[in-house]
C-alpha cells in the first residue's frame, strides 16, 4: 500500500511540474487559458458559442469528450479555431493531453485559450492542466441543489456562471439559494447569471475575464 500512495503522489508531484510548465509558456505567449469545468449540458458549448462573437480572432478552444467532435464543429461553426480531444473513457483531460493539443492549434494571435472539459463537475476540479482559472458551469435546469452538492468544484473556481437563466420562468429553480450555497462554498467567487440564447451576461463575464487576463 505504502508503495502504491508514493507513487501516485510521485505521478502527481510530475503532474503540477507539467502544469506549471505549460503555464509558463502560455504566459511568454500572452494567452490566458480558462479550464470550463461542469456537468454534461451545463452549456459550456453554448456559452463560448454565443461569447464567439467578442472572441473571433483573439481565442481558440480545446474541447474535451469522450466521443465525437460534434462540439469541436459547433465552435468552428461560430468562427473559433477549436482543437478535439476524445478521452474514451476518462473523466477529465489531463495536462498531457493539453501539452499534445497546444502544438496543433493557431495561439499566435490569441488573447484567450478556453479549455471545456469534459462534462463533470467532480474530477475535472482535482487536476491542472496549465491553465490561469477554473470556471465553474452550472446549468439552472441542473436544480437549485448543485452548488451544495458539490462545493469541491466552486472552492477552486475563480467564478461560477449560471446558465440557461433564460428558463427560469419554467423551472421550480431557486437561483438566489444557488448563489448562496456557492458563496459559503467559495467567499471570493464571483457569480454570473448567463443565457446563450438572450445574450444575458455574457458580456459581463466577458468583461471581467478581460479585466482577470490584464491583472495577470
Not at 160 to 184: F, G, N, Q, S, Y
Request: hydrophobic content about 40%; some cysteine; charged content about 30%.
Amino acid at each position: 500500500m505504502s508503495k502504491t500512495i508514493t507513487l501516485r503522489r510521485r505521478v502527481e508531484a510530475a503532474g503540477r511540474r507539467t502544469a506549471e510548465a505549460l503555464r509558463r509558456f502560455f504566459r511568454r505567449r500572452g494567452v490566458f487559458v480558462v479550464n470550463l469545468i461542469g456537468s454534461p449540458g451545463s452549456g459550456k458549448t453554448s456559452l463560448l458559442e454565443a461569447a464567439a462573437p467578442r472572441l473571433r480572432g483573439k481565442a481558440a478552444v480545446i474541447q474535451g469528450d469522450l466521443e465525437t467532435d460534434e462540439d469541436k464543429r459547433r465552435i468552428e461553426r461560430v468562427g473559433l479555431p477549436a482543437y478535439q480531444i476524445n478521452t474514451i473513457s476518462g473523466c477529465h483531460l489531463d495536462v498531457g493531453q493539453i501539452r499534445r493539443a497546444v502544438g496543433q492549434l493557431p495561439l499566435d494571435n490569441a488573447r484567450f485559450l478556453f479549455i471545456e472539459n469534459v462534462g463533470n463537475l467532480v474530477c475535472p476540479a482535482s487536476f491542472e492542466i496549465g491553465e490561469d482559472i477554473k470556471v465553474a458551469v452550472v446549468s439552472v435546469t441542473e436544480g437549485d441543489d448543485k452548488p451544495a452538492k458539490y462545493p469541491v468544484a466552486l472552492r477552486v473556481a475563480a467564478a461560477m456562471v449560471l446558465t440557461k437563466t433564460d428558463l427560469l420562468p419554467h423551472l421550480r429553480c431557486d437561483i438566489e439559494r444557488m448563489e448562496r450555497d456557492a458563496v459559503v462554498a467559495n467567499p471570493e467567487l464571483r457569480v454570473f447569471r448567463c443565457s446563450a440564447r438572450t445574450g444575458e451576461g455574457v458580456d459581463a463575464l466577458l468583461d471581467w475575464l478581460e479585466e482577470v487576463a490584464a491583472r495577470r
